[in-house]
């Protein structure tokens, strides 16, 4: 008799919350994207052939935040935010998508310096 009166009872939806992990991930993310910005801020220095120290200087240490510090923290975060049960995933897929894009993003500013530094 048990068994029948616990099929008959629908089951309570419990609503999902957002992930910790991936609001973490994609509020990193953004904030690793503000030295990227600055960087494209000072490129024209480098088109016009006349780049200072300062500006060498500057988007070293803004590729090196970006792509070996912040970004891969970032995406480990939001890879395992996407994994957790019983969370929206939205906050994880943006800040894993960003993620992504910004370390592309800076291993061509990287390959950009190397070939600009060469010539």
Known sequence: MDASMKSSQPEIAV???????????????????????IVFVFAPAYFTGNPTEITHKLVYWSVGICLVASNPI??????????????????????????????????????????????
């Open 74 to 119: 970032s995406l480990i975060l939001g890879l395992i935010a996407l994994f957790q049960k019983n969370t929206k995933k939205l906050f994880a897929i943006l800040g894993v998508t960003l993620a992504l894009f910004q370390i592309c993003l800076a291993t061509v500013l990287v390959l950009f310096i190397l070939i600009r530094s060469s010539m």
């Open 15 to 37: 609503p999902k919350k957002h992930s910790m992990l991936g609001i973490a991930s994609l509020l990193l993310t953004l904030f690793s994207c503000l030295p990227v910005l």
